[in-house]
Protein backbone atom coordinates (compact mmCIF):
# COMPACT_ATOMS: atom_id res chain seq x y z
CA UNK A 1 0.00 0.00 0.00
CA UNK A 2 1.36 3.49 -1.01
CA UNK A 3 1.14 6.28 1.89
CA UNK A 4 -2.06 7.94 0.23
CA UNK A 5 -3.51 4.52 0.36
CA UNK A 6 -2.74 4.29 4.20
CA UNK A 7 -4.35 8.04 4.71
CA UNK A 8 -8.07 7.11 4.50
CA UNK A 9 -7.97 4.39 6.76
CA UNK A 10 -5.39 6.15 9.36
CA UNK A 11 -8.13 8.94 9.41
CA UNK A 12 -11.18 6.78 10.24
CA UNK A 13 -8.89 4.66 13.04
CA UNK A 14 -7.89 8.27 14.97
CA UNK A 15 -11.59 9.66 14.29
CA UNK A 16 -13.22 6.87 15.69
CA UNK A 17 -11.12 7.26 19.01
CA UNK A 18 -12.62 8.60 21.73
CA UNK A 19 -12.04 12.18 21.86
CA UNK A 20 -11.10 13.48 25.27
CA UNK A 21 -11.28 17.29 24.06
CA UNK A 22 -10.98 19.26 21.12
CA UNK A 23 -7.70 20.00 21.23
CA UNK A 24 -6.51 16.26 21.17
CA UNK A 25 -8.88 16.00 18.18
CA UNK A 26 -7.11 18.70 16.60
CA UNK A 27 -3.92 17.68 17.48
CA UNK A 28 -4.62 13.86 15.69
CA UNK A 29 -6.11 15.52 12.95
CA UNK A 30 -3.45 17.93 12.22
CA UNK A 31 -1.16 15.61 11.85
CA UNK A 32 -3.09 14.02 9.15
CA UNK A 33 -5.22 16.48 7.21
CA UNK A 34 -3.38 19.18 5.25
CA UNK A 35 -3.06 23.01 7.20
CA UNK A 36 -3.56 26.06 6.48
CA UNK A 37 -2.32 28.73 8.90
CA UNK A 38 -2.39 32.76 9.77
CA UNK A 39 -1.66 35.24 11.62
CA UNK A 40 -4.11 37.94 13.53
CA UNK A 41 -2.57 41.16 15.65
CA UNK A 42 -4.85 44.04 16.40
CA UNK A 43 -2.04 46.60 14.76
CA UNK A 44 -1.86 44.51 11.23
CA UNK A 45 -5.02 46.62 9.87
CA UNK A 46 -6.26 46.46 6.14
CA UNK A 47 -8.34 49.92 7.28
CA UNK A 48 -11.58 50.29 9.09
CA UNK A 49 -14.78 48.16 7.05
CA UNK A 50 -17.34 50.81 5.31
CA UNK A 51 -20.85 49.64 6.47
CA UNK A 52 -22.02 50.45 2.73
CA UNK A 53 -19.44 47.36 1.87
CA UNK A 54 -22.58 44.91 2.63
CA UNK A 55 -24.98 47.00 -0.21
CA UNK A 56 -27.16 45.68 -2.40
CA UNK A 57 -29.04 46.83 -5.73
CA UNK A 58 -33.18 46.84 -6.66
CA UNK A 59 -33.56 47.67 -10.51
CA UNK A 60 -36.75 48.63 -12.23
CA UNK A 61 -36.42 44.82 -13.73
CA UNK A 62 -38.00 41.31 -13.86
CA UNK A 63 -40.51 41.11 -10.57
CA UNK A 64 -37.17 43.28 -8.14
CA UNK A 65 -39.88 46.08 -7.76
CA UNK A 66 -43.09 44.63 -8.82
CA UNK A 67 -43.99 41.15 -7.45
CA UNK A 68 -40.76 41.65 -5.04
CA UNK A 69 -40.44 44.56 -2.64
CA UNK A 70 -43.46 45.49 -3.73
CA UNK A 71 -47.03 43.88 -4.44
CA UNK A 72 -50.07 45.15 -3.88
CA UNK A 73 -52.76 42.82 -2.85
CA UNK A 74 -50.47 40.34 -1.63
CA UNK A 75 -51.97 38.58 1.61
CA UNK A 76 -48.17 39.81 3.19
CA UNK A 77 -48.67 43.72 1.92
CA UNK A 78 -49.37 46.98 3.92
CA UNK A 79 -51.34 49.60 2.68
CA UNK A 80 -48.67 51.14 0.33
CA UNK A 81 -48.21 47.51 -1.31
CA UNK A 82 -45.27 46.79 0.59
CA UNK A 83 -44.83 42.69 1.38
CA UNK A 84 -44.06 42.46 4.95
CA UNK A 85 -42.32 39.22 4.12
CA UNK A 86 -40.24 40.24 1.59
CA UNK A 87 -38.66 43.71 3.86
CA UNK A 88 -38.30 41.51 7.10
CA UNK A 89 -35.63 39.45 4.89
CA UNK A 90 -34.67 42.16 3.99
CA UNK A 91 -33.90 43.25 7.37
CA UNK A 92 -32.35 40.16 8.20
CA UNK A 93 -30.10 40.43 5.68
CA UNK A 94 -28.83 43.84 7.01
CA UNK A 95 -28.10 45.80 3.84
CA UNK A 96 -27.32 49.26 4.84
CA UNK A 97 -27.01 50.81 1.44
CA UNK A 98 -29.36 50.02 -1.73
CA UNK A 99 -28.52 50.81 -4.99
CA UNK A 100 -31.21 52.03 -7.33
CA UNK A 101 -33.45 52.65 -9.90
CA UNK A 102 -30.48 50.79 -12.59
CA UNK A 103 -28.95 49.51 -13.72
CA UNK A 104 -29.09 49.95 -17.61
CA UNK A 105 -33.03 50.71 -16.84
CA UNK A 106 -31.51 54.37 -15.18
CA UNK A 107 -29.91 55.24 -19.09
CA UNK A 108 -33.36 55.61 -20.59
CA UNK A 109 -35.71 56.96 -17.01
CA UNK A 110 -36.90 60.33 -16.40
CA UNK A 111 -37.00 60.64 -12.89
CA UNK A 112 -40.33 63.32 -12.66
CA UNK A 113 -42.48 59.90 -14.58
CA UNK A 114 -41.97 58.12 -11.14
CA UNK A 115 -43.27 60.61 -9.01
CA UNK A 116 -46.21 62.64 -8.38
CA UNK A 117 -50.00 61.40 -8.15
CA UNK A 118 -49.71 57.51 -9.02
CA UNK A 119 -53.08 57.08 -11.23
CA UNK A 120 -51.03 60.26 -13.71
CA UNK A 121 -47.80 58.45 -13.91
CA UNK A 122 -47.31 57.21 -17.43
CA UNK A 123 -46.64 53.73 -18.71
CA UNK A 124 -43.17 53.37 -20.47
CA UNK A 125 -41.36 51.27 -22.87
CA UNK A 126 -38.03 50.11 -21.25
CA UNK A 127 -35.62 49.76 -23.98
CA UNK A 128 -32.75 48.20 -21.57
CA UNK A 129 -35.13 45.38 -21.04
CA UNK A 130 -37.47 45.32 -23.25
CA UNK A 131 -40.55 45.59 -20.53
CA UNK A 132 -43.31 48.11 -19.68
CA UNK A 133 -42.59 50.68 -16.80
CA UNK A 134 -45.69 51.32 -15.26
CA UNK A 135 -44.19 54.01 -13.20
CA UNK A 136 -45.93 52.77 -9.76
CA UNK A 137 -42.66 52.65 -7.85
CA UNK A 138 -40.46 56.14 -8.10
CA UNK A 139 -38.34 57.77 -6.11
CA UNK A 140 -40.37 58.94 -3.03
CA UNK A 141 -41.84 55.20 -2.75
CA UNK A 142 -38.09 54.09 -2.63
CA UNK A 143 -36.58 56.36 -0.28
CA UNK A 144 -39.71 55.51 2.05
CA UNK A 145 -39.25 51.94 1.33
CA UNK A 146 -35.60 52.14 2.26
CA UNK A 147 -35.78 53.81 5.29
CA UNK A 148 -37.53 50.91 6.20
CA UNK A 149 -35.52 48.28 5.33
CA UNK A 150 -32.99 50.28 7.53
CA UNK A 151 -30.99 51.10 5.07
CA UNK A 152 -30.14 54.03 2.56
CA UNK A 153 -30.71 54.79 -1.02
CA UNK A 154 -27.67 54.99 -3.44
CA UNK A 155 -29.25 57.36 -6.40
CA UNK A 156 -28.08 56.64 -9.79
CA UNK A 157 -28.56 59.28 -12.40
CA UNK A 158 -29.47 58.87 -16.02
CA UNK A 159 -26.48 59.88 -18.37
CA UNK A 160 -27.64 57.82 -21.42
CA UNK A 161 -30.85 59.58 -22.88
CA UNK A 162 -30.31 62.27 -20.38
CA UNK A 163 -27.45 64.42 -18.87
CA UNK A 164 -26.44 67.49 -15.93
CA UNK A 165 -29.72 69.39 -16.30
CA UNK A 166 -32.13 66.25 -15.25
CA UNK A 167 -28.98 65.10 -12.95
CA UNK A 168 -28.96 68.39 -11.10
CA UNK A 169 -32.75 68.86 -10.56
CA UNK A 170 -32.79 65.41 -9.14
CA UNK A 171 -30.99 66.25 -6.72
CA UNK A 172 -32.42 69.51 -6.02
CA UNK A 173 -36.02 67.55 -5.55
CA UNK A 174 -34.42 64.84 -3.40
CA UNK A 175 -31.98 67.13 -1.06
CA UNK A 176 -32.56 70.76 -1.25
CA UNK A 177 -35.20 71.79 2.14
CA UNK A 178 -37.24 74.06 0.37
CA UNK A 179 -37.97 77.25 -1.48
CA UNK A 180 -37.07 76.42 -4.86
CA UNK A 181 -39.26 74.93 -7.60
CA UNK A 182 -38.15 71.24 -7.61
CA UNK A 183 -37.68 70.73 -3.37
CA UNK A 184 -41.02 72.36 -3.66
CA UNK A 185 -42.51 69.94 -5.67
CA UNK A 186 -41.37 67.20 -3.66
CA UNK A 187 -42.81 68.95 -0.62
CA UNK A 188 -46.18 69.36 -2.51
CA UNK A 189 -45.72 65.24 -3.11
CA UNK A 190 -45.95 64.31 0.55
CA UNK A 191 -42.29 64.56 1.53
CA UNK A 192 -41.31 68.21 3.68
CA UNK A 193 -38.18 66.17 4.78
CA UNK A 194 -35.43 66.01 2.28
CA UNK A 195 -33.95 62.58 1.54
CA UNK A 196 -30.12 63.15 2.05
CA UNK A 197 -29.64 60.88 -0.28
CA UNK A 198 -25.73 60.90 0.51
CA UNK A 199 -24.20 58.43 -2.26
CA UNK A 200 -24.95 59.07 -5.62
CA UNK A 201 -23.84 56.79 -9.31
CA UNK A 202 -23.29 58.95 -12.53
CA UNK A 203 -25.05 56.63 -14.93
CA UNK A 204 -24.51 52.75 -15.65
CA UNK A 205 -22.10 50.81 -17.64
CA UNK A 206 -21.54 53.51 -20.17
CA UNK A 207 -18.69 51.32 -21.65
CA UNK A 208 -20.96 48.87 -22.74
CA UNK A 209 -22.48 48.55 -26.46
CA UNK A 210 -25.92 47.51 -24.54
CA UNK A 211 -26.57 50.52 -22.66
CA UNK A 212 -28.70 53.34 -23.98
CA UNK A 213 -26.59 55.56 -25.47
CA UNK A 214 -23.13 54.28 -25.00
CA UNK A 215 -20.31 56.78 -25.28
CA UNK A 216 -16.83 56.65 -25.56
CA UNK A 217 -14.46 57.16 -22.51
CA UNK A 218 -13.80 60.55 -23.61
CA UNK A 219 -17.54 61.58 -23.92
CA UNK A 220 -18.75 59.75 -20.61
CA UNK A 221 -15.67 61.50 -18.78
CA UNK A 222 -16.82 64.92 -20.42
CA UNK A 223 -20.32 64.65 -19.25
CA UNK A 224 -19.30 62.67 -16.13
CA UNK A 225 -16.97 66.07 -15.17
CA UNK A 226 -19.93 68.52 -16.11
CA UNK A 227 -22.85 66.57 -14.34
CA UNK A 228 -20.68 66.31 -11.12
CA UNK A 229 -19.98 69.91 -10.94
CA UNK A 230 -23.41 71.30 -10.32
CA UNK A 231 -25.11 68.21 -8.54
CA UNK A 232 -22.26 69.11 -5.84
CA UNK A 233 -23.32 72.58 -6.65
CA UNK A 234 -26.79 72.06 -5.41
CA UNK A 235 -25.67 69.94 -2.74
CA UNK A 236 -21.91 69.47 -1.68
CA UNK A 237 -22.61 67.50 0.90
CA UNK A 238 -22.99 64.49 -1.57
CA UNK A 239 -20.68 61.67 -2.60
CA UNK A 240 -20.17 60.92 -6.59
CA UNK A 241 -19.51 57.31 -8.08
CA UNK A 242 -18.02 57.51 -11.84
CA UNK A 243 -18.81 54.53 -14.44
CA UNK A 244 -15.68 52.67 -14.31
CA UNK A 245 -15.48 49.64 -16.93
CA UNK A 246 -18.91 46.99 -17.14
CA UNK A 247 -16.44 44.54 -16.33
CA UNK A 248 -12.80 43.31 -16.32
CA UNK A 249 -13.35 41.60 -19.35
CA UNK A 250 -14.05 44.81 -21.56
CA UNK A 251 -12.14 45.84 -24.36
CA UNK A 252 -11.17 48.73 -22.80
CA UNK A 253 -10.27 47.95 -19.26
CA UNK A 254 -8.54 49.90 -17.63
CA UNK A 255 -7.84 52.29 -19.95
CA UNK A 256 -11.40 53.42 -20.02
CA UNK A 257 -11.08 54.17 -15.94
CA UNK A 258 -7.61 56.26 -16.95
CA UNK A 259 -9.48 58.32 -19.36
CA UNK A 260 -12.77 58.69 -16.80
CA UNK A 261 -10.56 60.08 -14.22
CA UNK A 262 -8.77 62.36 -16.41
CA UNK A 263 -11.80 64.20 -16.60
CA UNK A 264 -13.42 63.30 -13.29
CA UNK A 265 -10.66 63.04 -10.58
CA UNK A 266 -11.11 66.57 -8.84
CA UNK A 267 -15.22 66.10 -8.76
CA UNK A 268 -15.86 62.79 -7.83
CA UNK A 269 -15.45 60.62 -4.68
CA UNK A 270 -15.35 56.54 -5.77
CA UNK A 271 -15.24 54.78 -9.29
CA UNK A 272 -17.62 51.83 -9.93
CA UNK A 273 -16.65 47.81 -10.79
CA UNK A 274 -19.15 45.42 -11.89
CA UNK A 275 -18.25 41.58 -12.06
CA UNK A 276 -20.40 38.92 -12.50
CA UNK A 277 -19.24 34.95 -12.19
CA UNK A 278 -20.99 31.48 -13.05
CA UNK A 279 -19.76 27.84 -13.88
CA UNK A 280 -20.44 27.73 -17.34
CA UNK A 281 -18.63 24.71 -18.51
CA UNK A 282 -19.39 22.97 -14.81
CA UNK A 283 -15.25 23.02 -13.81
CA UNK A 284 -15.79 23.69 -10.07
CA UNK A 285 -12.53 24.52 -9.00
CA UNK A 286 -12.25 26.71 -11.92
CA UNK A 287 -15.37 28.32 -10.68
CA UNK A 288 -13.98 28.54 -6.72
CA UNK A 289 -11.12 30.26 -8.07
CA UNK A 290 -13.10 33.58 -9.81
CA UNK A 291 -12.41 35.54 -6.85
CA UNK A 292 -8.98 35.28 -7.51
CA UNK A 293 -9.92 37.27 -10.53
CA UNK A 294 -12.18 39.18 -8.67
CA UNK A 295 -8.36 40.47 -6.33
CA UNK A 296 -6.73 41.47 -9.68
CA UNK A 297 -9.68 43.67 -10.52
CA UNK A 298 -9.70 45.71 -7.60
CA UNK A 299 -5.89 45.87 -7.75
CA UNK A 300 -5.70 46.76 -11.58
CA UNK A 301 -8.56 49.48 -11.07
CA UNK A 302 -7.06 50.40 -7.57
CA UNK A 303 -3.20 51.01 -9.37
CA UNK A 304 -5.30 52.94 -12.06
CA UNK A 305 -6.54 55.39 -9.20
CA UNK A 306 -3.49 56.44 -8.16
CA UNK A 307 -1.44 56.58 -11.27
CA UNK A 308 -3.93 59.32 -12.44
CA UNK A 309 -3.71 60.55 -8.39
CA UNK A 310 0.37 60.70 -9.18
CA UNK A 311 -0.24 62.10 -12.78
CA UNK A 312 -2.69 65.06 -11.63
CA UNK A 313 -0.67 65.98 -7.84
CA UNK A 314 -3.69 64.61 -6.62
CA UNK A 315 -4.75 65.36 -2.92
CA UNK A 316 -7.26 63.15 -2.36
CA UNK A 317 -7.74 59.18 -3.55
CA UNK A 318 -10.37 58.00 -5.37
CA UNK A 319 -12.27 54.81 -3.84
CA UNK A 320 -13.64 51.97 -5.29
CA UNK A 321 -17.34 51.27 -5.13
CA UNK A 322 -17.85 47.62 -6.42
CA UNK A 323 -21.69 48.50 -7.09
CA UNK A 324 -22.63 45.18 -9.22
CA UNK A 325 -21.07 41.73 -7.95
CA UNK A 326 -22.69 38.52 -7.72
CA UNK A 327 -23.23 35.19 -9.63
CA UNK A 328 -25.11 35.16 -13.18
CA UNK A 329 -25.59 32.77 -15.31
CA UNK A 330 -28.39 30.78 -15.14
CA UNK A 331 -31.09 32.47 -16.15
CA UNK A 332 -29.33 33.45 -19.42
CA UNK A 333 -31.04 31.01 -21.60
CA UNK A 334 -34.91 31.49 -20.36
CA UNK A 335 -34.05 35.44 -20.77
CA UNK A 336 -32.98 34.77 -23.96
CA UNK A 337 -36.71 33.32 -24.67
CA UNK A 338 -37.80 35.99 -22.90
CA UNK A 339 -41.44 37.43 -24.98
CA UNK A 340 -40.90 41.41 -25.09
CA UNK A 341 -42.90 44.11 -23.79
CA UNK A 342 -44.21 42.23 -20.62
CA UNK A 343 -45.20 44.15 -17.21
CA UNK A 344 -42.52 42.51 -14.55
CA UNK A 345 -41.53 39.21 -16.30
CA UNK A 346 -39.33 36.54 -14.47
CA UNK A 347 -36.17 38.42 -15.68
CA UNK A 348 -32.78 37.07 -14.42
CA UNK A 349 -34.44 35.20 -12.13
CA UNK A 350 -31.03 32.83 -11.12
CA UNK A 351 -31.31 29.80 -8.88
CA UNK A 352 -28.40 29.70 -6.31
CA UNK A 353 -26.56 26.40 -6.04
CA UNK A 354 -24.55 26.02 -2.94
CA UNK A 355 -21.27 25.90 -5.49
CA UNK A 356 -22.49 29.59 -5.91
CA UNK A 357 -22.72 30.43 -2.41
CA UNK A 358 -18.92 29.26 -1.71
CA UNK A 359 -18.19 31.87 -4.62
CA UNK A 360 -20.30 34.40 -3.18
CA UNK A 361 -18.54 33.99 0.20
CA UNK A 362 -15.24 33.89 -1.40
CA UNK A 363 -16.00 37.33 -2.99
CA UNK A 364 -17.02 38.63 -0.03
CA UNK A 365 -14.04 37.43 1.81
CA UNK A 366 -12.25 39.76 -1.39
CA UNK A 367 -13.98 42.49 -0.59
CA UNK A 368 -13.02 42.57 3.00
CA UNK A 369 -9.81 42.07 2.10
CA UNK A 370 -9.38 44.90 0.18
CA UNK A 371 -11.62 47.05 2.43
CA UNK A 372 -9.06 49.98 2.40
CA UNK A 373 -10.04 51.35 -1.01
CA UNK A 374 -13.42 49.24 -1.71
CA UNK A 375 -16.00 51.11 0.48
CA UNK A 376 -19.07 50.24 -1.37
CA UNK A 377 -19.95 47.34 -2.85
CA UNK A 378 -24.03 45.80 -3.98
CA UNK A 379 -24.94 42.47 -4.02
CA UNK A 380 -26.80 42.49 -7.32
CA UNK A 381 -29.48 42.57 -6.64
CA UNK A 382 -31.99 42.00 -3.85
CA UNK A 383 -34.97 40.83 -4.75
CA UNK A 384 -35.83 37.96 -7.18
CA UNK A 385 -33.29 39.38 -9.86
CA UNK A 386 -29.80 37.49 -9.69
CA UNK A 387 -31.02 37.98 -5.78
CA UNK A 388 -30.57 36.29 -2.23
CA UNK A 389 -34.32 36.51 -1.91
CA UNK A 390 -37.01 35.10 -3.82
CA UNK A 391 -40.77 35.27 -3.94
CA UNK A 392 -43.98 33.80 -5.90
CA UNK A 393 -46.29 36.39 -6.79
CA UNK A 394 -49.42 35.93 -4.48
CA UNK A 395 -47.00 33.51 -2.36
CA UNK A 396 -44.18 32.83 0.27
CA UNK A 397 -40.59 34.30 0.44
CA UNK A 398 -37.63 32.10 0.67
CA UNK A 399 -33.72 32.81 1.24
CA UNK A 400 -31.62 31.53 -1.54
CA UNK A 401 -27.99 30.17 -0.71
CA UNK A 402 -26.20 32.82 -1.45
CA UNK A 403 -28.27 34.51 1.47
CA UNK A 404 -25.48 32.81 4.63
CA UNK A 405 -22.81 34.34 3.79
CA UNK A 406 -23.89 37.65 2.41
CA UNK A 407 -26.36 37.81 6.36
CA UNK A 408 -23.08 36.49 7.84
CA UNK A 409 -20.83 39.21 6.61
CA UNK A 410 -22.43 42.03 6.74
CA UNK A 411 -23.37 40.61 10.45
CA UNK A 412 -20.32 40.24 11.75
CA UNK A 413 -18.06 41.67 9.04
CA UNK A 414 -17.59 44.90 10.89
CA UNK A 415 -14.97 46.85 12.92
CA UNK A 416 -11.29 46.90 11.02
CA UNK A 417 -10.18 44.20 8.52
CA UNK A 418 -7.22 42.57 9.56
CA UNK A 419 -4.46 41.74 7.48
CA UNK A 420 -3.86 38.22 7.80
CA UNK A 421 -0.49 36.38 7.31
CA UNK A 422 -2.61 33.40 5.61
CA UNK A 423 -0.38 30.13 4.24
CA UNK A 424 -2.14 27.77 2.56
CA UNK A 425 -1.30 24.72 0.24
CA UNK A 426 -3.00 25.29 -2.96
CA UNK A 427 -3.75 23.77 -6.65
CA UNK A 428 -3.06 25.13 -9.93
CA UNK A 429 -5.77 26.58 -12.50
CA UNK A 430 -5.17 27.23 -16.22
CA UNK A 431 -5.92 31.27 -15.87
CA UNK A 432 -5.25 32.11 -12.64
CA UNK A 433 -2.39 29.91 -11.74
CA UNK A 434 -1.70 29.20 -8.38
CA UNK A 435 -5.11 29.01 -6.11
CA UNK A 436 -4.89 28.73 -2.35
CA UNK A 437 -7.35 25.85 -1.30
CA UNK A 438 -8.31 27.79 2.08
CA UNK A 439 -9.15 31.60 1.80
CA UNK A 440 -9.26 33.03 4.99
CA UNK A 441 -10.17 37.05 6.24
CA UNK A 442 -10.97 38.39 9.85
CA UNK A 443 -12.26 41.17 11.38
CA UNK A 444 -12.00 43.10 14.68
CA UNK A 445 -14.70 44.81 16.57
CA UNK A 446 -13.91 47.09 19.18
CA UNK A 447 -17.22 48.58 19.35
CA UNK A 448 -18.36 45.03 21.05
CA UNK A 449 -15.21 43.57 21.42
CA UNK A 450 -15.45 40.67 18.96
CA UNK A 451 -13.33 39.22 16.16
CA UNK A 452 -14.35 37.00 13.15
CA UNK A 453 -12.75 34.67 10.51
CA UNK A 454 -14.09 34.08 7.87
CA UNK A 455 -13.11 31.10 6.00
CA UNK A 456 -13.89 29.17 2.13
CA UNK A 457 -12.30 25.53 1.61
CA UNK A 458 -12.40 24.81 -2.19
CA UNK A 459 -11.36 21.55 -1.14
CA UNK A 460 -13.58 18.63 -2.47
CA UNK A 461 -12.93 16.19 -0.73
CA UNK A 462 -10.46 16.36 2.03
CA UNK A 463 -10.84 18.17 5.75
CA UNK A 464 -8.64 21.07 6.18
CA UNK A 465 -6.86 21.85 9.95
CA UNK A 466 -7.21 26.06 10.11
CA UNK A 467 -4.68 27.28 12.73
CA UNK A 468 -4.47 30.75 13.82
CA UNK A 469 -2.24 32.51 15.60
CA UNK A 470 -4.32 35.02 17.93
CA UNK A 471 -2.33 35.64 20.84
CA UNK A 472 -2.28 39.06 20.42
CA UNK A 473 -6.33 39.02 20.95
CA UNK A 474 -5.75 37.59 24.81
CA UNK A 475 -9.19 36.64 26.39
CA UNK A 476 -11.03 35.81 23.19
CA UNK A 477 -12.74 32.30 23.26
CA UNK A 478 -14.89 30.91 20.43
CA UNK A 479 -18.61 32.41 20.68
CA UNK A 480 -19.55 29.62 17.81
CA UNK A 481 -18.46 28.10 14.36
CA UNK A 482 -21.38 28.88 11.84
CA UNK A 483 -20.54 25.70 8.81
CA UNK A 484 -22.50 25.80 5.30
CA UNK A 485 -21.73 22.76 3.62
CA UNK A 486 -23.70 20.32 1.69
CA UNK A 487 -22.67 16.78 0.52
CA UNK A 488 -24.11 17.97 -3.28
CA UNK A 489 -22.89 21.27 -4.87
CA UNK A 490 -25.68 22.00 -6.93
CA UNK A 491 -28.25 21.41 -3.90
CA UNK A 492 -30.54 24.58 -4.20
CA UNK A 493 -33.31 26.11 -1.91
CA UNK A 494 -36.50 26.32 -3.83
CA UNK A 495 -40.03 27.53 -2.71
CA UNK A 496 -40.46 24.15 -1.74
CA UNK A 497 -37.89 22.88 -0.08
CA UNK A 498 -36.36 25.93 0.69
CA UNK A 499 -34.12 25.00 3.72
CA UNK A 500 -32.07 22.82 1.87
CA UNK A 501 -29.06 24.51 2.01
CA UNK A 502 -29.01 26.06 5.47
CA UNK A 503 -25.82 27.04 8.16
CA UNK A 504 -25.63 25.41 11.37
CA UNK A 505 -23.50 26.05 14.42
CA UNK A 506 -21.77 22.39 14.36
CA UNK A 507 -17.90 23.56 13.86
CA UNK A 508 -15.19 22.54 16.21
CA UNK A 509 -13.59 25.63 16.29
CA UNK A 510 -11.49 26.25 19.36
CA UNK A 511 -9.14 28.43 21.08
CA UNK A 512 -6.25 27.87 23.68
CA UNK A 513 -3.36 29.33 24.38
CA UNK A 514 -3.73 32.55 21.65
CA UNK A 515 -3.55 29.09 18.92
CA UNK A 516 -7.36 29.00 17.32
CA UNK A 517 -7.74 25.55 15.88
CA UNK A 518 -10.66 24.33 13.54
CA UNK A 519 -11.36 21.59 10.85
CA UNK A 520 -12.69 23.32 7.60
CA UNK A 521 -15.06 20.35 6.16
CA UNK A 522 -14.65 20.45 2.36
CA UNK A 523 -16.54 22.94 0.14
CA UNK A 524 -17.53 24.45 3.07
CA UNK A 525 -18.40 28.35 4.30
CA UNK A 526 -17.35 29.21 7.87
CA UNK A 527 -17.71 32.05 10.14
CA UNK A 528 -15.73 31.62 13.86
CA UNK A 529 -17.02 34.23 16.04
CA UNK A 530 -15.03 35.03 19.08
CA UNK A 531 -15.50 37.42 21.98
CA UNK A 532 -13.81 38.91 24.91
CA UNK A 533 -14.43 37.18 27.84
CA UNK A 534 -14.48 39.30 31.13
O1 LIG B 1 -27.72 43.65 -12.58
C1 LIG B 1 -28.19 43.36 -13.86
C2 LIG B 1 -27.54 44.25 -14.92
O2 LIG B 1 -26.18 43.94 -15.02
C3 LIG B 1 -27.55 45.72 -14.66
O3 LIG B 1 -28.72 46.34 -15.09
C4 LIG B 1 -26.39 46.21 -15.47
O4 LIG B 1 -25.80 47.35 -14.92
C5 LIG B 1 -25.46 45.02 -15.54
O5 LIG B 1 -25.07 44.76 -16.82
Redesign the pocket.
Known amino acids: MTESTWEPILRLLILSQPISSRETRHYFESEIMQTATFTAHPGFRVGEVDPRLFGS?I?H?GRAVYGGIYEPGHPEADDQGVRQDVLALVRELNVPIVRYP?????SGYNWEDGVGSVEDRPRRLDL??RTVETNEMGTNEFVAWSDRAGSETMMAVNLGTRGADAARNLVEYCNHPGGSAWSDLRISHGYKEPHKIKTWCLG??MD?P??ICTKTAEEYGRIACEAAKVMKWVDPTIELVACGS?SSGMATFPAWEATVLEHTYDHVDYISL?Q?YGNRDGNLPSYLARSVDMEKFIRTVVATCDYVKAKKRGKKDINLSFD?W?V?FHSNAADAAMEPWQIAPPQ?EDLYTFEDALVVGLMLITLLRNADRVKIACL??LVN??APIMTVNGGPAWRQTIFYPFAHASRYGRGVALDLKVDSPSYETTDLGSVPYIDVMATANAEDDTVTVFAVSRSQDEPFALNGNLSAFEGYSVVEHIVLTHPDPKACNTVDAPETVVPHCGGDAGIAGGKLTATLAPLSWNVIRLAKRF
Open positions: FELGGNFVAWNEGWQSHYENWLAQVI
